[in-house]
């Protein structure tokens, strides 16, 4: 996965591998990356048919839009997205284990998240992850990335951590700054927000 980082004006010595910083104080906008991912869903019976082994499910999903801004999102609509696809899970939110954040390192847009998690978890906001601090923004490809890194989470009972995190005191979350964490994790929501106020969330089940 390649990326595109220009540093500031006397800052030329910084190290790109810093440069995204998604909840940190001194984020400054997301680090453009390009990669690719593909997940198949398939039907339990298909699978079943073909012999084919399945070990997560999709519970549930929501989507929004809202034409609020050209690319700052709106804290109703994202708040609102979440919450249709965990009552389409029919679960509630303290069920979720892991938040795996769009958390995309602009200063609104990972403050309204942020917000927007608060609104939604209240005081049981479960640990929550930015894999842009590791691999950057891919675009239209980083929610499909970002979804495959939450399945091999909840395979391996782990959730990555975010890296290059200075704590903001306008967002309070714990975001597995200390390194990836050992978490048995049943459910996870996956969020992803894009420009022109198109959002999208996703609850992952671990199948039994």
């Not at 549930?60 to 690319?71: E, I, K, L, Q, Y």
Request: glycine residues 8%.
């Amino acid at each position: 996965m390649n990326g595109v980082y220009i540093p500031k004006e006397e800052r030329e010595n910084d190290s790109p591998a810093a440069a995204s910083r998604p909840f940190s104080a001194n984020r400054r906008g997301f680090v453009l990356s390009e990669g690719a991912g593909a997940v198949i869903l398939a039907t339990r019976e298909f699978a079943e048919a073909h012999g084919l082994p399945y070990h997560y499910e999709l519970a549930g999903w929501g989507m929004t839009s809202d034409a609020h801004h050209f690319v700052a999102p709106y804290l109703e609509t994202v708040r609102q997205c979440m919450l249709d696809a965990i009552r389409d899970a029919a679960i509630a939110p303290q069920d979720i284990d892991v938040v795996n954040a769009h958390a995309a390192s602009t200063k609104v847009g990972d403050q309204v998240e942020c917000d927007a998690l608060q609104a939604v978890f209240h005081h049981e906001l479960p640990p929550v992850c930015a894999n842009k601090s590791l691999i950057g923004h891919a675009m239209g490809a980083s929610s499909v990335i970002e979804s495959i890194f939450a399945l091999q989470g909840m395979r391996d009972g782990v959730v990555p951590p975010t890296i290059n995190y200075t704590a903001d005191p306008q967002i309070e979350i714990d975001c597995v700054a200390e390194g990836k964490r050992p978490i048995n994790q049943e459910f996870v929501l996956k969020n992803a927000f894009g420009f022109g106020g198109c959002n999208s969330c996703a609850v992952f089940k671990r199948s039994s």
